[in-house]
């Protein structure tokens, strides 16, 4: 059975460092990414990271967010620094099989719970 458990999430200060981890049993995958959701908006692509070892990065969080994973252990990581308000979301990490763009929702094949990171002002 594939899971995804996800924890790191919390509360930080603009500015600070949170760090997100995604831990994936069941099978191998892959593409790893991340993707999140602030109240009243649609999901939205964060990063992901292939076994190749290419990354992809949105906009508005690269310089300031890093992904990686661990192949050996199937983790993936989100380093998330120089938080902003802005990035108050619910975190969601998704894998998928095959090798894929790795931007879009329904590329993916599975889903963690979702973690919530909120940066105060």
């Known amino acids: 059975q594939v899971q995804l458990v996800e924890s790191g999430g919390g509360l930080a200060q603009a500015g600070g460092s949170l760090r997100l981890s995604c831990a994936a049993s069941g099978r191998t995958f892959y593409t790893m990414g991340w993707f999140r959701q602030a109240p009243g908006k649609e999901r939205e692509f964060v990063a992901a990271?292939?076994?190749?070892?290419?990354?992809t990065y949105a906009d508005s969080v690269k310089g300031r967010f890093t992904i990686s994973r661990t192949n050996a252990k199937n983790t993936e990581y989100l380093q998330m620094n120089s938080l902003k308000p802005e990035d108050t979301a619910v975190y969601y990490c998704?894998?998928?099989?095959?090798?894929?763009?790795?931007?879009?929702?329904?590329?993916?094949?599975?889903w963690g719970q979702g973690t919530q990171v909120t940066v105060s002002s």
């Open positions: 990271i292939r076994w190749s070892g290419s990354i």
């Open positions: 998704a894998a998928a099989v095959s090798r894929i763009v790795g931007t879009f929702e329904n590329e993916y094949d599975y």
